[in-house]
């Protein structure tokens, strides 16, 4: 192959403002990608799988394979990333820039669109997140929000996000609210590698903070599994305890859970279908008897104080709890806790 215009991984880590263009199949960019960058693949997955097929035979052959299959789709494929450039440098990556993304960068060229290509590919970044998660050393001070299911700990912490406060919003990184029933409506959770790759930007965006606010959580958000460094600063991170009455916690349970949509609905019985072995058959009928009449407030009284409740750790055993905040009014404990960490970061400083 002719020598093409490479950037290096540490390049792109330094001056992100490029225009990252990932030219793997949809289904490789669903298993993990570089945060920002956009899929337009210049094969499908049986084209793929085919040319790897006689690769793995002939290489040569898998060249002039390759040709034929991309040459009706050059046009429209070129258009397609010229659309998204916004005056941004190209960036093309493939899995180890290897051939996808070096013939990309080759024919942006022969159109007069300057474009270069990441060497080692979406391969050699996921492995610098790995490793650096791997070795990372946490310097803030972590203070973990905790409180019942519906206490509004997830709105709470995006208020302080706007009023500038560091918070690690891990739910949202995972697209998921960690209990059973915790899929987010019309979104697909984040894939392992997706998460790392965010968690681990932000981590660095919070470095020089003296504190981080997240909400506790356990080992696992959904198919998550978060990092040995930061559960292990959770464990023995102090505590705001957030607080609320039943009634505010149901009504902020089914303003955020109700299903919506008969997608939803069915999502809601496989939710329910996941606590086997955790409630009683006697419980579980119960439950499914008010989803089947749609009996929303019913159920959620009935799985809050027959489950997430006994779930909670009331006294929470060898935590500081730095503050007990009511939050039936969002903003107000948004207020007060904003005035905790000011007074934690003042003795953080001195």
């Not at 942006?108 to 300057?114: A, K, Q, Y």
């Not at 972590?142 to 206490?151: D, E, F, H, N």
Request: glycine share 8%; net charge positive; proline share 5%.
């Amino acid at each position: 192959m002719l020598p093409c215009k490479q950037i290096e991984l540490k390049d792109l880590l330094l001056y992100q403002d490029y225009c990252l263009i990932d030219v793997r199949t949809p289904t490789e960019y669903a298993q993990g990608s570089i945060p920002g960058s956009i899929n337009i693949p210049l094969f499908d997955e049986k084209e793929q799988e085919r040319i790897g097929r006689v690769y793995a035979r002939n290489h040569k052959a898998a060249f002039f394979l390759a040709m034929d299959i991309a040459s009706p789709k050059i046009p429209k494929f070129l258009r397609r990333i010229n659309r998204h450039r916004q005056g941004k440098p190209l960036l093309v990556y493939c899995w180890r820039g290897g051939m996808r993304s070096h013939a990309s960068v080759t024919l942006l060229g022969m159109v007069g669109i300057e474009a270069a290509q990441l060497r080692g590919g979406y391969h050699q970044y996921r492995k610098h997140i790995y490793q650096a998660l791997r070795n990372y050393q946490l310097k803030p001070q972590v203070i973990l929000l905790k409180g019942k299911s519906g206490t509004g700990k997830t709105e709470i912490l995006r208020l302080l996000a706007q009023r500038g406060y560091p918070v690690l919003d891990l739910e949202g990184f995972a697209r998921h609210r960690g209990s059973s029933f915790g899929s987010v409506p019309g979104e697909n959770p984040r894939c392992q590698k997706d998460f790392d790759a965010l968690l681990l930007g932000k981590l660095q965006e919070l470095q020089h903070s003296p504190c981080i606010l997240l909400e506790g959580e356990s080992k696992r958000i959904g198919n998550i599994c978060l990092p040995d460094f930061l559960f292990a600063a959770m464990k023995q991170a102090p505590v705001i305890e957030v607080t609320g009455s039943p009634a505010a916690r149901r009504d902020r349970i089914l303003a955020e859970y109700t299903p919506k949509t008969p997608r939803g609905r069915v999502e809601a019985y496989y939710s329910l279908y996941r606590l086997q072995g955790v409630l009683s058959r006697m419980r579980l009928a119960e439950l499914r008897q008010h989803l089947d009449q749609q009996d929303y407030p019913a159920f959620v009284e009935l799985i809050l104080r027959q489950h997430y409740d006994r779930l909670y750790e009331h006294k929470l055993p060898g935590k500081e709890i730095l503050a007990s905040i009511n939050s039936d009014d969002t903003e107000k404990a948004a207020v007060a806790i904003a005035a905790v960490l000011e007074r934690k970061y003042q003795q953080v400083a001195d």
